[in-house]
């Protein structure tokens, strides 16, 4: 008999049963379709690897080129190329993606999950990160490689200056790559939020949790604005629209102001991960808990928080105003603050314990060196005269690698090492991985240290070659040579991963002796992590309670009975996380797969111009959308769960805290901040205009459509309360009528009101104003239809019996998206309608 009752025989029966459920489907047909956590990880891994080889391939032609004056290894033209696809990759296919794998592996496993909340949201991320990236290398086949650097400043990247198809590669592949990192922050949001282990409430979070968790409300806030900027350029390139052109009200520098509101935070989101790594790591090899550990909490939500105030940092050359120069400059000392507490307390961590140095441990004093190294060089930069005489030159980009490469490579092979025995069962070669971090220390010391020097000595950046007379050769032949020993050594460390799955010595359970979650499983990890759902009482809840790792892989415990056939697991409080839910997951699908596939075609219609059938492919995506979202739920489901114990819960679709509804408040949020750049769009564009809007567009303010428009959204926001409110008394039939009555609402707001705007407005390609007005009125229109689409789909959900007042989360969500599509259109009515008039 197990501790928990059962006997040997049952148990065996329920692992198995688990494992059925939790499988994979078999061959081609399962890993096409595959969407289990460790599985989706684990290819975001394997593919943010691939593209760091070829984005350092890049960087090695690169370095070529510069190791002597006069070299032409590479022509002007290529090299440009090179430099872009080099940033472009290391900056958006790498890193960023990189670390939300390991997030995405790590994190159930850390916080007592059996899988992220939405594992199809998952896959589907992964398809397009992996399209998107594809996207943009197919480029190189046609001859249209981007040039315009990673950044894509305008107005060379514009159509006057960029015609052929680089800069729309670049656009189209970096923000479909993008849809990845969107997300996977809704993913790891709700994860965080409401999957955690009974009994880890937050102040028992794993430091990696709350690194994760606030890395991935930056994206949901910090990508919108490069996904406007990109999509602002794209239909102006396009279309002809003039947001950018200075002649027709436009402005090149809007372009760099919404591009660096992510840009500098996305140093942090890189960054954020990594110190979650450094904070598991130390303390395992100092042999005691994290000193200081709600200081570096709340240094990781200070460090997000002013991320967002430091965009000016990079145009401190653009000709802004003193003033506002001090004002960034002192951000850009301040964020030094939240950064130098998490030194001092890994500092203290590691004095005050008995450190063991294994090679993890190697990687994080080789990440001390770099990262504080590159910190000192940014407080130079944050200095604005001195960043007028070093901006654009190599001292800038050697800043750059020791922030990046210091703040994230280091963490990121140091995490690697530590978690690989996990992964694996095996332990790493001791002798190939030591000799590869001493290859990439020293090679990355002598690569870009001289950079440095180089850059003061003004050399500047992205120049394919320089004169003999400004006698810099002998440090950039040093840097290539030395940037071939940090390859050698980044390769190393790859091979000894990869041949560790294979040919690693095997290793013992929890070979480093940690005190966190995911070192209680065992391997190989089945696909559902836990047998039973564990329950823990401590941040490092292995040192406390050693009987832990058995308990959670006997399934006699919370869900370790699978009756129902499904997979589950359990959904806690965000505070407290106390047990209030059972969240049913789907299996193996092709959705996640056919709509990325779809979305791929329609953007290489886009490409080639063939902009009709890219307008038609939206017509079956939305249909794969909707047939997606018609696979959720369960009409048979009970309304209450035996979770086994006596624990009786209710399932997702009855909970007010449901992953759904959080995913959907993300997924707001992600909008929201989408809706706040368009606006900041628009008053900084009316800032820099003699006349806004120009004489002759403005029309007339208030006319019968615009009122007709307005009552419209007011009466939709009214129906669809009503609706809410027979739903709740039980009348099925009245709430799905008042329902469809509150999307005509909405139709009438689109069919009556946007027609007369466009009359009124004229162009878009005429004037800058009329562009962005366009821009808004499509942005509120897109997401009034997606709202009468969600409304739908739930009004014939609500017929069919999967809502009703006792499971009302799918109308919940339709509504919700309702609210905030019909606030958006009433602030976009307000600031076309009514703020010219105000002026």
């Not at 790891?188 to 282990?197: D, E, P, Q």
């Not at 996305?266 to 450094?278: D, K, N, Q």
């Not at 994290?290 to 997000?304: E, H, K, S």
Request: glycine share 8%.
């Amino acid at each position: 008999m197990s501790a928990h009752g059962i006997d040997a025989r049952e148990n065996a029966r329920r692992l198995s049963e688990l494992a059925r459920i939790w499988a994979n489907a078999p061959g081609i047909i399962g890993q096409l379709t595959a969407v289990n956590h460790g599985t989706i990880a684990m290819r975001f891994i394997a593919t943010g690897f691939a593209f760091l080889l070829v984005g350092g391939l890049l960087s090695m032609f690169i370095r070529l080129q510069l190791a002597w004056f006069g070299n032409d290894v590479l022509d002007p033209a290529r090299f440009n190329q090179f430099v872009t696809l080099h940033g472009t990759t290391m900056m958006f296919l790498f890193a960023v993606p990189i670390m939300e794998g390991f997030a995405m592996y790590l994190l159930p496993k850390m916080i007592g999950a059996r899988d992220l909340p939405f594992p199809r949201l998952g896959a589907f991320g992964w398809w397009c990160y992996l399209f998107g990236g594809l996207f943009l290398y197919s480029s190189l086949l046609f001859d249209a490689a981007p040039d315009g650097g990673w950044f894509m400043y305008t107005p060379l990247s514009d159509a006057t200056y960029s015609p052929g198809k680089g800069a729309d590669f670049w656009l189209i592949g970096v923000t479909f790559a993008e849809i990845a990192a969107v997300t996977a922050a809704v993913e790891l949001i709700v994860a965080v939020l409401v999957t955690r282990a009974p009994g880890m409430d937050i102040r028992r979070m794993p430091l990696f949790a709350w690194a994760i968790l606030v890395m991935a409300f930056m994206i949901a806030l910090g990508f919108p604005p490069l996904i406007l900027a990109s999509i602002l350029l794209e239909v102006q390139r396009a279309f002809g629209f003039v947001f950018f052109d200075p002649a027709l009200g436009g402005d090149p520098l809007l372009w760099q102001h919404l591009f660096w509101l992510f840009g500098h935070p996305e140093v942090y989101i890189i960054f954020l991960p990594a110190a979650g790594v450094v904070s598991m790591v130390i303390p395992t090899f100092a042999r005691r808990p994290m000193v200081g550990a709600t200081w570096i909490v709340l240094a990781l939500v200070g460090t997000g928080f002013l991320s967002f105030g430091l965009w000016v940092h990079h145009m401190f050359t653009v000709g802004i105003p003193l003033l506002a120069l001090a004002f960034f400059s002192a951000a850009s000392m301040a964020v030094a603050i939240p950064t130098a507490i998490q030194v001092f307390a890994w500092i203290a961590t590691l004095w005050s314990g008995r450190p063991w140095l294994r090679v993890p441990m190697l990687h994080i004093l080789g990440f001390f060196v770099v990262f504080v190294l590159g910190g000192l060089t940014g407080v130079m930069l944050a200095f604005v005269p001195f960043d007028w005489q070093a901006h654009d030159t190599h001292f800038v980009v050697a800043h750059m690698h020791y922030v990046l490469i210091g703040g994230m490579m280091f963490p990121l092979f140091a995490g690697l090492y530590y978690w690989l025995p996990l992964a694996s069962g095996r332990m790493p070669s001791e002798s190939i991985s030591r000799t590869a971090f001493w290859l990439v220390f020293v090679g990355f010391n002598l690569t870009f240290l001289p950079m440095h020097l180089t850059g003061l000595l003004g050399m500047p950046r992205r120049a394919y070659t320089y004169p003999e007379e400004l006698g810099v050769q002998w440090l950039n032949l040093l840097s290539t040579a030395a940037g071939f020993v940090l390859a050698v050594g980044i390769i190393a460390i790859l091979v000894d991963a990869a041949l560790c799955f294979a040919h690693g010595r095997r290793g013992r359970r929890n070979p480093w002796r940690a005190g966190t979650l995911e070192w209680a499983l065992p391997w190989p990890v089945p696909n559902y992590n836990f047998a039973s759902v564990p329950v823990v009482g401590d941040a490092y809840p292995l040192w406390q309670d050693r009987a832990l790792a058995a308990r959670t892989a006997d399934a006699a415990g919370w869900l370790g009975d699978p009756r129902s056939g499904r997979r589950e697991m359990l959904g806690t409080g965000i505070v407290s996380a106390r047990p209030e839910q059972v969240v049913y997951l789907p299996g193996s699908s092709w959705f996640p797969l056919a709509c990325a596939a779809v979305i791929t075609v329609i953007l290489a219609c886009f490409i080639a111009q063939w902009y009709l059938p890219a307008a038609i492919g939206l017509v079956p995506l939305a249909a794969l959308f909707l047939a997606w979202a018609w696979s959720n739920g369960h009409r048979q489901a009970p309304l209450q769960v035996d979770a086994g114990d006596g624990l009786v819960l209710p399932p997702q679709w009855a909970c007010h805290n449901a992953p759904g509804w959080w995913a959907v408040v993300a997924t707001l949020l992600i909008i929201g901040s989408l809706f706040a750049s368009l606006v900041f769009s628009y008053f900084y564009l009316w800032l820099g205009a003699e006349s806004w809007p120009p004489v002759g567009v403005q029309g007339d303010a208030l006319s019968a459509a615009s009122m007709t428009g307005f009552a419209a959204l007011v009466v939709s926001a009214a129906l669809e309360h009503w609706a809410g409110i027979a739903l709740r008394a039980g009348r099925r039939v009245r709430s799905t009528w008042l329902a469809a009555l509150a999307a005509l609402a909405a139709v009438v707001y689109l069919v009556s009101y946007l027609p007369s705007l466009a009359s009124a407005i004229g162009p878009p390609q005429a004037h800058a104003y009329a562009s962005v007005v366009w821009m808004i009125a499509g942005f509120c229109a897109v997401h009034v239809v997606v709202a009468i689409l969600l409304c739908g789909h739930a009004a014939m959900r609500i017929r069919h019996g999967y809502t009703d007042a006792s499971r009302p989360l799918e109308w919940r969500i339709a509504t919700a998206f309702l609210r905030y599509a019909l606030a958006q259109a009433a602030v976009g009515w307000t600031l076309v309608e009514l703020f010219p008039a105000m002026q």
